[in-house]
């Protein structure tokens, strides 16, 4: 089924009823919330449990910490992955944010980042969503979050490939290029080479590929170095396709189907839900069926990984009060 390699956005913090037959007519992977839909927690609750009335089977989450975070008001602040590199405490804050998200029924947090933070591109742009400028450093860190996650059965996801260290424009706007520079772009994928097999899986990027072209809607990105390259079996998920950067490449169906062709195994709509059905048709329609199996074919072996986290997961569940008096601490 070809909704199923979606994962869409809601608009508010309640399901509308057009929203829930759009989500009933063409289920999807998944849906993603955001901080517009999560208003308090007992409407959380209560719209996490008609999703998962309705069939939808995962539930997403964009949990970093520090500069995005969305469980902030809801819970308690979740240090950046930068304060917890620096402090040594991405473990812990990897278990606070599963916890956390596992108490709340979350299935997948698409965390942690592992851009470089350089001087005038990665760091002035993302911040304290970077680690750190090191590679090894941030395999330290961005392992030990996303083991801190799969303790408590809460997948993650690797992001932005190949890497937005060295961009400096913010895709949620603009469309970064990334110089062509061999020996910097090895330093971009280390992190990705090395935590990649364990996450099971990796969002792609917008920063332009040598081509042009996004990496997200590019075959030479998404398929030439993901797969062949480097080799990673896992499932790929695009970053979000309404996002500024690809404002150039046509309407959202058009985005949909250039991402998926490319090779994004995942396609993130993550507002307009209205738009979603033309997505879904023009994905059936212009993408090869082997292209889709194929996608299909990573992702449920993906949710079989989900599933191997929850049924291996020795972690004391904790309630949201233990979670916040940890994050407390954490600050």
């Known amino acids: 089924m070809t909704s199923r390699l979606f994962a869409i956005g809601l608009e508010g913090p309640e399901l509308a009823p057009a929203e829930r037959g759009v989500l009933q007519r063409l ?149 970064p290029a990334l110089p062509d520079d061999p020996a910097e772009e090895e330093l971009d994928l280390e992190p990705f080479r090395r935590l990649m097999e364990r996450a099971r899986a990796v969002m792609i990027s917008h920063a332009a590929a040598t081509d042009g072209r996004p990496a997200s809607l590019s075959p030479a990105v998404a ?18 396709l309404e996002m500024g950067a690809l404002s150039e490449f046509g309407g959202l169906p058009e985005r949909c189907v250039l991402a998926a062709a490319a090779g994004c195994d995942l396609l993130l709509v993550c507002r307009r839900i209205a738009d979603y059905p033309a997505c879904v048709e023009a994905v059936q329609r212009s993408v090869p069926t082997a292209r889709r199996q194929e996608a299909t074919s990573r992702l449920d072996a993906y949710d079989r990984h989900l599933q191997e986290l929850r049924q291996s997961s020795r972690a004391p569940a904790l309630t949201l009060a233990e979670v916040r008096t940890e994050l407390t601490d954490l600050a």
């Open 223 to 240: 398929t030439g170095l993901l797969r062949e390259r480097l080799r990673f079996r896992g499932a790929s998920f695009s970053d979000d």
């Open 27 to 175: 289920p999807p992977r998944g849906v993603i919330l955001f901080r517009r839909n999560l208003a308090t927690l007992d409407g959380l609750a209560r719209l996490m449990s008609e999703l998962r009335e309705i069939g939808v089977p995962h539930l997403y989450l964009d949990q970093e910490g520090g500069p995005v975070d969305r469980l902030r008001e809801l819970v308690a602040p979740s240090p950046s992955l930068a304060r917890a590199a620096r402090t040594g405490t991405a473990r812990r804050a990897g278990e606070a944010a599963g916890a956390m998200l596992a108490a709340l029924g979350f299935d997948v947090d698409l965390a942690p980042v592992v851009d470089r933070g350089l001087p005038e591109a990665g760091a002035l742009v993302l911040g304290e969503r970077c680690a750190a400028a090191d590679p090894a450093a941030i395999v330290r860190a961005a392992g030990d979050f996303l083991d801190g996650l799969h303790s408590h059965g809460v997948g993650g996801c690797l992001k932005h490939f190949p890497g937005l260290g060295r961009a400096r424009l913010d895709t949620h706007q603009a469309l």
